[in-house]
Nanobody
């Protein structure tokens, strides 16, 4: 069983930056795709960014391209997969609950995944964190 835990949310003014971190433990070496989703009030949960753990291939929602960067950090605890989301030039519309997700399949094996344009359904992911709030004020 994989446990997923997020950290790093908070409040920031528009134009500012935040960094989210996610760790997957329990069976980390069976985790091949990790990513971030977000859900604002009244909105569906949407994919923000994915990373293929085995090869560093990344995918981004068009709304965050050039502002957000997803990366994996294997220098930390080797018993965990750690994925970070660096968010720069934040906008008010980025305000949402951000969730980290993980799956044993590679990103391109997820049934609803399309690379161009990037899209993926949240129901494809097996393991989820509890979420962390990001609030961007004007």
């Amino acid at each position: 069983l994989v446990q997923v835990v997020e950290s790093g949310g908070g409040s920031v003014q528009a134009g500012g930056s935040l960094r989210l971190s996610c760790s997957a433990s329990g069976a980390p070496y069976s985790t091949n795709c990790m990513g971030w989703f977000r859900q604002g009030p009244g909105n569906e949960r949407e994919g923000v960014a994915l990373i293929y753990i085995g090869g560093d291939r990344t995918y981004y929602n068009d709304s965050v391209k050039g502002r957000f960067t997803i990366s994996q950090d294997n220098t930390k605890n080797p018993r965990k997969r750690t994925v970070d989301l660096q968010m720069n030039s934040l906008k008010v519309e980025d305000t949402a609950m951000y969730y980290c997700a993980a799956d044993v399949r590679s990103c391109t094996e997820l049934p609803s995944m399309t690379a161009t344009p990037f899209s993926v359904g949240y129901t494809d992911f097996t393991y989820w964190g509890q979420g962390t709030q990001v609030t961007v004020s004007s």
